[in-house]
């Protein structure tokens, strides 16, 4: 059977720390549109340039741009077992082009697909966001607060310096809130309605979260 997981859920409530563990746990691809739009800025491409010009403003890049990446990325091998998707779909229109994508790779197959919800108290999400580090090289996600490094600044497997993204700031991050409650929060009903939602509460530790969701997923 087929496994196609995706998350919906305010930024910083946990997403990309779990599903990172969750990729690893079940060996599938995780598909992180964040950090795919962040390699394209980083590379200075010609969607980079415009995807930053979006998100730099806490709003969403454009659907066209989002869906080509996604289409490659779920059509290819590396998806032929399942997925992990991390930060898509984020507007009903996305979601609607998900099932399109999907009525047309999984022709002939049979999938598990679960949109599983994190549901977190909003007033801890800022303090996550101006405190979180990431490595450049591995991607793992940090906390100064919450998950620090051993060694301040630099990423435990890789030894390089951690960076701090550039929409985390306080400013940003209270836009990117108004984007996800006026286009993002809306998936909840789409995909209850379709009887594939599983909330989970993402209050407490990265560790707690994560059984969570390992009772979740074993459903
Ligand atoms: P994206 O990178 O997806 O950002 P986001 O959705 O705002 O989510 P975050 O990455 O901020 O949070 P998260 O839930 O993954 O939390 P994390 O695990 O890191 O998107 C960025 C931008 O790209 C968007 O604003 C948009 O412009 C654009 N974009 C992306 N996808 C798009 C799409 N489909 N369409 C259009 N535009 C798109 O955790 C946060 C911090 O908290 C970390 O420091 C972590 O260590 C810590 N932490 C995690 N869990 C816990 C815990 N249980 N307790 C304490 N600390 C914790």
Not at 12 to 23: N, P, S, V
Not at 107 to 133: G, H, M
Not at 135 to 140: I, N, S, T
Not at 145 to 161: G, I, Q, R, T
């Amino acid at each position: 059977m087929k496994k196609e997981f995706i998350f919906l859920g305010p930024p910083a409530c946990g997403k990309g720390t779990q599903t990172d563990k969750l990729a690893a746990f079940l060996n599938l691809p995780h598909i992180d549109t964040g950090s795919l739009l962040r390699n394209e800025i980083a590379k200075k491409t010609e969607e980079g340039l415009i995807a930053k010009s979006h998100i730099d403003k806490g709003q969403l890049v454009p659907i066209d741009l989002v869906a080509s990446i996604i289409e490659k990325k779920l059509a290819s091998d590396e998806c032929k077992n399942g997925y992990v998707l991390d930060g898509y779909p984020r507007s009903l229109e996305q979601a609607e082009k998900l099932d399109i994508i999907n009525a047309n790779i999984d022709i002939n197959s049979n999938v598990d697909f679960k949109a599983i919800y994190f549901e977190i108290d909003t007033q801890i999400l800022i303090d996550r966001i101006i405190n979180r580090q990431s490595c450049p090289v591995c991607g793992e996600i940090y906390n100064k607060k919450y998950k620090p490094s051993k060694f301040e600044n630099l990423c435990d497997k890789c030894n390089v310096a951690l960076k701090t993204r550039d929409d985390d700031t306080e400013e940003i991050a209270k836009k990117r809130f108004e984007t996800y409650y006026e286009q993002t929060a809306p998936l909840v009903d789409f995909y209850k309605d379709k009887n594939v939602l599983y909330r989970i509460d993402a209050n407490g530790t990265i560790e707690e979260v994560w059984t969570r969701l390992l009772d979740v997923i074993n459903l």
